[in-house]
């Protein structure tokens, strides 16, 4: 991975195409649900296009701010590696296939029978989809718990959102001011300082 | 003849909802509701209850129940209409967000802010599985499904198509839902 001066991954020049190619695929792969976890497995993994840090924060912001979360990730991937050009291009690729297989469904099936069918597959597919979800969350805990405010704050969100199913934006206004001064307080301080 | 004034309620209407989204689509899905069924009549409650059950069952974000909102309404038009006013307003929000924060990248803030939002992710991406387990999962070989692909995945590095091929061969089967 290239390096600029600050020590930071400087991000790989990516084509439309292929953001528009991968989000399309995205799409597709993520029919049963767990989305963000083909996102970070394609964006972070495969393709390293950003670092696990940088997604999740990205993941973060998309779920704070108004909008569907998936298009919100979508966008916000899209725009830090190719600006408002590369949002255009992960958002149609994201939706292209979708919207027309969903509106051929919509005035194709209209036996019960064959959305009974269909519901059978998805639900099989979610299972599993709940599985990753559950996989990826293992591997970034994995990573970070010897960092034990992260996994107080991950686990404080878990319980608060997941479990007791709070509203989550409450829960973030708590949560997120807290763990700001936290990071503020415990950052690494800069050697040289900048302009 | 398209009728333009329907049109230009569909757009006002999404607009102003998908702003409103906090929390996701979801979110909003009573609104729709209120709007399209309740106020204007656009759908009847089983036209709304097929259309909300086949946006969730399609691949691709569940969003697009307002794209079949528009096509009942309007045909190929108000599906246009629909999809691009809920999806606009929202992103053009992100887009700006996304700016900032790339304008940003070597300022102490940025590594603050994600110091302080990455074990948030992790909160809700284990709610996010927690809340499929939860809605999905009906029957105790579902619940295996889950365990054995989170298992498979993470501890042995198994590529998760073939967990979801196994998870969608065992819903035909009809093993998934009750």
Known sequence: MVFNKDKKPVPPTVSLLELYVTFMKIALLSAGGGLSAWVERIVVEDKKWCSQDEFLSMLSISQILPGPNVINSSVFLGTILRGPAGAFACLTGLLSIPFFLLLALWVGVSSMQGITLIQNLIAGMAAAAGGMLLSLGLTIAGKNYHNIPYIIVAAAVFILIGVMRLPMLQVLAVIIPLTLIHSYYTRKKPEDVHG | ?178
Request: glycine share 8%.
């Open chain 2, 1 to 178: 003849m398209v009728d333009v004034q329907l049109l230009v309620s569909l757009a006002i209407i999404f607009g102003q909802i998908s702003l409103m989204a906090f929390g996701g689509g979801n979110a909003v899905l009573p609104e729709i509701h209120r709007e399209t069924v309740d106020v204007h009549q656009w759908l009847t409650e089983d036209q709304f209850v097929s259309a909300f059950t086949i946006s969730e069952i399609a691949p691709g974000p569940s969003t697009l129940l307002v794209t079949l909102i528009g096509w009942t309404v309007s045909g190929p038009y108000g599906a246009i209409v629909a999809t691009l006013a809920m999806l606009i307003p929202s992103s053009l929000l992100v887009l700006f967000v996304a700016l900032f924060w790339k304008k940003n990248e070597n300022s102490p803030w940025r590594s603050i802010f994600e110091l302080a939002l990455a074990p948030v992710a992790l909160g809700l991406i284990l709610s996010g599985a927690l809340r499929i387990v939860q809605t999905a999962d009906e029957t105790i070989i579902a619940y295996l499904v889950t365990l054995g692909a989170a298992l498979a995945i993470y501890r042995f590095n198994m590529h998760p198509l073939i967990c979801i091929g196994i998870g969608g061969v065992l819903g035909i089967l009809g093993f998934i839902t009750m």
